[in-house]
């Protein structure tokens, strides 16, 4: 696993889990999926996460979505 795919697993379990608590607990759980949400859409716009710099941390190798180095053109 790399840590692409650890951020969109573990994106995908934050709003998961959010939607089911908001629907079992209170409606106030889909704060975390916006959060999740806006946090997503500002990775994608600057190249920072903070769950990936944990991940990175951890040892996991870096994927192509967070990764420091510039994109390559093969054109």
Same mark, same amino acid.
């Given at each position: 696993? $790399?840590?692409?795919? *650890?951020? /969109?697993?573990?994106?995908?379990?934050?709003?998961?889990?959010?939607? *089911?608590? =908001?629907?079992f607990v209170s409606a106030y759980w889909?704060?975390?999926? +916006? @959060?999740?949400?806006? $946090?997503?859409?500002? +990775? +994608? @716009?600057?190249? @920072?996460?903070?769950? *990936?710099?944990? @991940?990175?941390?951890?040892?996991?190798?870096?994927? *192509? =979505? /967070?990764?420091?180095? =510039?994109?390559s053109s093969d054109r």
């Amino acid at each position: 696993m $790399n840590v692409d795919r *650890a951020v /969109f697993a573990i994106a995908g379990t934050m709003i998961l889990l959010s939607l *089911a608590l =908001a629907h079992f607990v209170s409606a106030y759980w889909l704060l975390l999926t +916006a @959060f999740v949400g806006l $946090n997503m859409l500002q +990775a +994608a @716009f600057t190249g @920072f996460c903070p769950a *990936a710099s944990v @991940f990175r941390k951890l040892g996991l190798k870096p994927g *192509a =979505a /967070f990764s420091c180095a =510039a994109p390559s053109s093969d054109r």
